[in-house]
């Protein structure tokens, strides 16, 4: 499913032009204009939850340091990193739960 699907959806359901559909889209999600809830509160460092669906958080890998897979096996340090997380709740595992057999 792709965004232009969830935007006829919205449509079809809810009866809304095509635009507000979209607005709706973006004010949830919108990363190019920094202005989606979702991406703004990650960035804040917050968890966003919504009951039944799942959680969305900011996670962190710290910086470490590997070798290279090269004959000399040279170390380079790797810095850490944050990035953006699902988990499912438990409504959402038991749906998914009966469809995956």
């Given amino acids: 499913m792709k965004k232009s699907d969830i935007v006829i959806h919205l449509m079809e359901t809810h009866d809304l032009s095509k635009k507000k559909a ?54 380079i340090q790797v810095p850490c990193r944050k990035y953006a997380c699902f988990k499912p709740g438990k409504a959402l595992r038991a749906v998914l739960k009966k469809t995956v057999k």
């Fill in 22 to 75: 979209k607005e709706l889209i973006a004010t949830l999600f919108d990363v190019r204009t920094r202005k989606g809830i979702i991406p703004k509160a990650l960035v804040r460092g917050e968890k966003v939850n919504i009951s039944g669906f799942g959680t969305f958080a900011l996670r962190k890998i710290s910086s470490r340091t590997i070798k290279m897979p090269t004959a000399d096996a040279k170390e």
